[in-house]
């Protein structure tokens, strides 16, 4: 069975960002906090991403998002994944599952160290807690075109083409320049088609 996966799967973790927020002035020219939220980084990565049709500027745009998605505002986490990737350089996968698992437990809420642990789960062979992992981390961030694609590789090997198909095509929709993933979408498309025939 073929299956396909492309190479910026392998994610990465950043430190996290720190944000400060807007001043405004009022009529007599006093500075206050601004009202406003400003907008979210993220929402404007995906747009940017969405639009463009040039394959390096979609690649740029692509990997500032898979940073931010690997970033936490908490110093903890960051620690913790930071631990895991030095613990898995070094061949100690079970503790760099384990400082995962301790950054899951402290911040459920955030998808960076489920992403991370899926993909060592995936790597280490383990398809089905890989996929409860991005499972988990697409349920918090359903636009995640990088866990789309792990899940879809997924599908794939574990012989269910047509529902990996599916799930390309989801990841097509918020990374559409990526002309490797949209030629294996039409290539398997036609394939699946051909053996209906």
């Not at 301790?102 to 642990?117: C, Q, V």
């Not at 697409?138 to 792990?150: K, N, T, V, Y």
């Not at 090997?157 to 949209?182: C, H, N, Q, S």
């Amino acid at each position: 069975m073929r299956f396909f996966m492309p190479a910026f799967l392998t994610f990465v973790s950043l430190a996290p960002l720190a944000g400060m927020p807007a001043l405004a002035q009022t009529a007599d020219g006093a500075d206050v906090a601004a009202a406003t939220t400003p907008a979210d980084p993220l929402d404007t990565l995906y747009r940017q991403l969405v639009r463009t049709r040039d394959p390096a500027e979609a690649a740029a745009y692509a990997r500032d998002i898979d940073d931010y998605l690997d970033r936490s505002p908490s110093a903890t986490v960051s620690l913790l994944i930071k631990s895991s990737d030095e613990a898995e350089a070094d061949g100690r996968t079970a503790a760099a599952l384990d400082f995962l698992s301790e950054a899951i437990a402290l911040r459920p809420d955030e998808p960076a160290a489920y992403r991370k642990r899926a993909v060592l789960h995936y790597t280490h062979g383990d398809l089905n807690r890989a996929m409860d992992d991005i499972g988990s981390a697409l349920a918090l961030e359903p636009r995640d075109f990088g866990g789309l694609g792990l899940m879809a590789t997924i599908l794939d090997r574990t012989g269910r083409p047509e529902a990996a198909l599916e799930v390309w095509r989801r990841y097509l929709d918020f990374y559409p320049a990526d002309r490797d993933v949209g030629s294996y979408v039409d290539t398997t498309e036609n394939d699946l088609a051909g053996e209906r025939l």
